[in-house]
T-cell receptor, first 114, second 112 residues
Framework: AQTVTQSQPEMSVQEAETVTLSCTYD???????LFWYKQPPSRQMILVIR??????QNATENRFSVNFQKAAKSFSLKISDSQLGDAAMYFCAYWGGATNKLIFGTGTLLAVQP | DGGITQSPKYLFRKEGQNVTLSCEQNLNHDAMYWYRQDPGQGLRLIYY???????QKGDIAEGYSVSREKKESFPLTVTSAQKNPTAFYLCASKGGFNQPQHFGDGTRLSIL
C-alpha cells in the first residue's frame, strides 16, 4: 500500500529566510502525482504545487519549489523568502492510478518568525 | 466563480441524532470526496464517488453514509452509529486523472 511520511511535525523559519519541508513516500506504481497543500488557520486546503512523476524537472511556483528525487522516493518543498502568510500546516500528498485516491502525510506545522 | 460550497460551517449533533453535511460543486467535476480531519492530524478518506449514482468506502466509512444523485452534490450523513463524530469535515472534487483535488472550506461538527 502507498504511504506518505512527513517526519517533521513542526518547523520554524525567520521571515525572508528559506526553509525546506521533507516528505517521503512509498509506492510500486510508476505513474503518479505528488502535491503539497497548505492549510492556514482558516482550515482551507490550498494547493501549493504539484509534480508529475514522469517529469524529471522539478516543479516551481514563484517562491515555492520542490526537490523531487524519484529513485529515493523523496519530495521536499522549499519555500524561499518566507513570509508571515506562509505560516500554516503543510501536507504532502500522493495520487496514483491504482489507488485512485489522495493519500496524505500527517503534516508539518510551519511557524514564521518576524 | 466556480468552486465547492460546504454547509453549514458549524454543526452540532445531539446524542442519537443523524446529521447531514452538504457539499455542492459547480466545477463540472466527476469525482467527489469526503475527508475527516482530527486536531493536529492529516486527512482521512471517508467516502468517494467517481460518477453519479456510484460511490465507494474510504478508510473510515463506518458510521457514515453518502449519496450521489446529482453530479453537483455529494452529501455526507453522520449517523448515530458514529460514536466520535467531533471533527472537521472537508469535501473535495476532482476533474481529470492528472488534475488536483479542489477543497471546500469545511464543516466543523461538534457533539452537544
Amino acid at each position: 500500500a502507498q504511504t506518505v511520511t512527513q517526519s517533521q511535525p513542526e518547523m520554524s523559519v525567520q521571515e525572508a529566510e528559506t526553509v525546506t519541508l521533507s516528505c517521503t513516500y512509498d509506492t510500486s506504481e510508476s505513474d503518479y502525482y505528488l502535491f503539497w497543500y497548505k492549510q492556514p488557520p482558516s482550515r482551507q486546503m490550498i494547493l501549493v504545487i504539484r509534480q508529475e512523476a514522469y517529469k524529471q524537472q522539478n516543479a516551481t511556483e514563484n517562491r515555492f519549489s520542490v526537490n523531487f528525487q524519484k529513485a529515493a522516493k523523496s519530495f521536499s518543498l522549499k519555500i524561499s523568502d518566507s513570509q508571515l502568510g506562509d505560516a500554516a500546516m503543510y501536507f504532502c500528498a500522493y495520487w496514483g492510478g491504482a489507488t485512485n485516491k489522495l493519500i496524505f502525510g500527517t503534516g508539518t506545522l510551519l511557524a514564521v518568525q518576524p | 466563480d466556480g468552486g465547492i460550497t460546504q454547509s453549514p460551517k458549524y454543526l452540532f449533533r445531539k446524542e442519537g441524532q443523524n446529521v447531514t453535511l452538504s457539499c455542492e460543486q459547480n466545477l463540472n467535476h466527476d469525482a467527489m470526496y469526503w475527508y475527516r480531519q482530527d486536531p493536529g492530524q492529516g486527512l482521512r478518506l471517508i467516502y468517494y464517488s467517481q460518477i453519479v449514482n456510484d460511490f465507494q468506502k474510504g478508510d473510515i466509512a463506518e458510521g457514515y453514509s453518502v449519496s450521489r444523485e446529482k453530479k453537483e452534490s455529494f452529501p455526507l450523513t453522520v449517523t448515530s452509529a458514529q460514536k466520535n463524530p467531533t471533527a472537521f469535515y472537508l469535501c473535495a472534487s476532482k476533474g481529470g486523472f492528472n488534475q488536483p483535488q479542489h477543497f471546500g472550506d469545511g464543516t466543523r461538527l461538534s457533539i452537544l
